[in-house]
């Protein structure tokens, strides 16, 4: 207590200096933190991108494309399936429900997804999500169309607006524009984190409709059907990209992947999404490996930079420490101050950086789940974030014993004579 008194007293003194020094450690606990909280979130958005979903079917071919283009929405797929071996597929036994998805086209290089209502009624992500409608309704009409959350945000668009398709994914300027049929927003999206919030959402029936008078990737040549003949044709899909598949149950997901696998009139794969999934993140194992390093980096600098300010501060003690070894202190008990200054001062920083991050998540969450796709939820403190504060500490401490050290060697005849 005794020391602790004076701890305290020394500590009112340099009141300012120390208010400095716990700022500078909050912000960095805030960083270091946040950064992890970082890391953390774009590992679980990646693997959460989709669930619920027992199987993915599309044509034969690499495992990780298929997931990409039908899941993130990245690249293109070199084939599609047949239209009749989704319907045989969506009326098997062990099925409970499909999701047709067919890409191919885009705006503004969003990329477009033609599906119908079964997307919205059993497409989940996270912990089993599922989509909801932010604004507006679910596709009705034939020219209707949904769009995510980023792209309303970032194209500014809102319900009741016109836009015009593009034939091809990206942003190219050579892509051919549907402009004669043009499309009405009748929905938006919440934000899910996913690639569902950069992607526009239409029929099946549009996407066969906007290219009813196309071939092999281009308009045919004087043959145009308007916008409002297009009802008179079949619209039924010919073939699309691929399917989501539920099962009844789950133990039919091997057996049922094996006779996709070896159908026979269509060239198709089926792959468990969570299991790609998984493989892909440890393919891209270089970035997580490259935020850890980067918080790493963040603390040692802090942490160097509060060891360096410590140091500082003692050449103005050098007359502090003289007088209590002159009345009587042990250099011991200067080391277990300086030691006990500095953990308080990591806790004291460890409380207000961890109370920093969570009011910077609590206001700024929505944003950058709609802008970044990246959930930073901090309303419990996980056995990770735990074990992290601990290892702040710990290394605080550690670092303590250099300034510590350094007040137990000051000489007590050289300090009083300098």
Same mark, same amino acid.
Not at 229 to 245: E, Q, R
Not at 313 to 338: D, H, S
């Given at each position: 207590m005794h020391l602790f008194k004076l701890a305290w007293q020394s500590a009112l003194y340099r009141r300012y200096t120390l208010i400095l020094t716990l700022l500078s450690v909050m912000l960095s606990v805030f960083l270091v933190l946040g950064v992890e909280k970082i890391r953390e979130s774009a590992a679980s958005s990646f693997e959460n991108s989709l669930s619920g979903t027992d199987l993915i079917v599309g044509a034969r071919g690499s495992a990780t494309q298929?997931?990409?283009?039908?899941?993130?929405?990245?690249?293109?797929?070199?084939?599609?399936?047949?239209?009749?071996?989704?319907?045989?597929?969506?009326?098997?036994?062990?099925?409970?429900?499909?999701?047709?998805?067919?890409?191919?086209?885009?705006?503004?290089?969003?990329?477009?997804?033609?599906?119908?209502?079964?997307?919205?009624?059993?497409?989940?992500?996270?912990?089993?999500?599922?989509?909801?409608?932010?604004?507006?309704?679910?596709?009705?009409?034939?020219?209707?169309?949904?769009?995510?959350?980023?792209?309303?945000?970032?194209?500014?668009y809102r319900v009741g607006q016109s836009i015009v398709l593009s034939h091809g994914s990206g942003s190219g300027v050579n892509l051919i524009a549907h402009q004669d049929k043009p499309f009405h927003v009748v929905?938006?999206?919440?934000?899910?984190?996913?690639?569902?919030?950069?992607?526009?959402?239409?029929?099946?029936?549009?996407?066969?409709?906007?290219?009813?008078?196309?071939?092999?990737?281009?308009?045919?040549?004087?043959?145009?059907?308007?916008?409002?003949?297009?009802?008179?044709?079949?619209?039924?899909?010919?073939?699309?990209?691929?399917?989501?598949?539920g099962l009844n149950n789950r133990i039919d997901v091997f057996r049922l992947q094996r006779q996709i696998d070896q159908y026979q009139k269509d060239p198709l794969q089926a792959i468990i999404p969570g299991v790609v999934i998984d493989q892909l993140w440890q393919m891209l194992g270089f970035v997580e490996k490259s935020l850890r390093l980067l918080s790493g980096l963040v603390f040692a600098v802090s942490l160097a930079g509060l060891v360096t +300010? &410590? %140091?500082?501060? =003692?050449? $103005?003690?050098?007359?502090?420490? !003289?007088?209590?070894?002159?009345? #009587?202190?042990?250099?011991?008990? +200067? &080391? %277990?101050?300086? =030691?006990? $200054?500095?953990?308080?001062?990591? !806790?004291?920083?460890?409380?207000? #950086?961890?109370?920093?991050?969570l009011i910077f998540t609590q206001w700024l969450s929505p944003w950058i789940l709609t802008n970044f796709g990246l959930d930073l939820s901090l309303s419990t403190f996980t056995l990770n974030d735990l074990t992290q504060l601990a290892y702040l500490l710990l290394a605080t401490f550690i670092a303590g014993f250099i300034p510590a050290i350094r007040a137990y060697r000051l000489s007590l005849a050289g300090t009083l004579t300098s």
């Open positions: 298929l997931l990409l283009y039908s899941v993130f929405r990245i690249g293109d797929a070199t084939q599609n399936m047949a239209w009749d071996s989704y319907e045989k597929l969506s009326h098997h036994p062990a099925v409970a429900w499909t999701i047709p998805i067919s890409l191919g086209d885009s705006h503004h290089g969003y990329p477009v997804l033609a599906t119908n209502n079964n997307y919205i009624a059993h497409y989940q992500y996270g912990d089993h999500q599922p989509l909801h409608i932010q604004q507006g309704k679910w596709l009705a009409g034939l020219y209707d169309v949904v769009i995510g959350s980023s792209v309303a945000n970032e194209l500014n929905g938006v999206l919440a934000p899910t984190g996913t690639a569902v919030d950069r992607t526009l959402h239409i029929g099946l029936a549009a996407m066969e409709a906007i290219h009813l008078d196309w071939q092999a990737g281009v308009p045919i040549k004087g043959f145009h059907i308007p916008a409002n003949l297009v009802g008179k044709f079949d619209l039924t899909p010919k073939s699309i990209t691929a399917t989501l598949v +300010l &410590l %140091l500082a501060n =003692l050449n $103005e003690r050098k007359k502090e420490f !003289a007088i209590l070894r002159a009345v #009587g202190a042990k250099p011991y008990q +200067l &080391l %277990l101050m300086i =030691l006990l $200054e500095m953990t308080v001062l990591m !806790a004291l920083g460890l409380i207000g #950086g961890t109370g920093l991050l």
